[in-house]
């Protein structure tokens, strides 16, 4: 499939609209890292189009605690993919992963 061509100003403003989507996604890990957001928070705003688009690995290696390793073993008990977005988790894959958080 052949990329659309793009004007130089639609480029930049794809660009634009890319960094700025980085930078709150970065902002959204923070809070998670830092305790100000909860995972389970997370996953209830999974319909919003910024937390939606963000990987279920980014989410749960941002908690305090849980680096590659042990994410890896938690996504793989609970039924989750690697490259699976927040926003396309179903209920049973969002209860699986928030009990495996508690316990």
Request: glycine content about 8%; charged content about 20%; proline content about 3%.
């Amino acid at each position: 499939m052949a990329l659309p061509t793009m004007t130089a100003e639609q480029r930049a403003q794809a660009l634009a609209r890319a960094a700025q989507a980085r930078t709150a996604r970065r902002a959204l890990l923070a809070e998670v890292a830092s305790g100000a957001v909860g995972v389970a928070e997370v996953f209830e705003r999974g319909g919003q189009d910024l937390v939606g688009r963000t990987r279920v690995v980014q989410v749960l290696r941002a908690v305090p605690g849980y680096g590659p390793a042990r994410v890896a073993a938690l996504i793989a008990i609970c039924g989750v993919q690697e490259k699976q977005r927040v926003g396309a988790l179903n209920d049973q894959q969002r209860e699986r992963l928030l009990r495996a958080l508690i316990s």
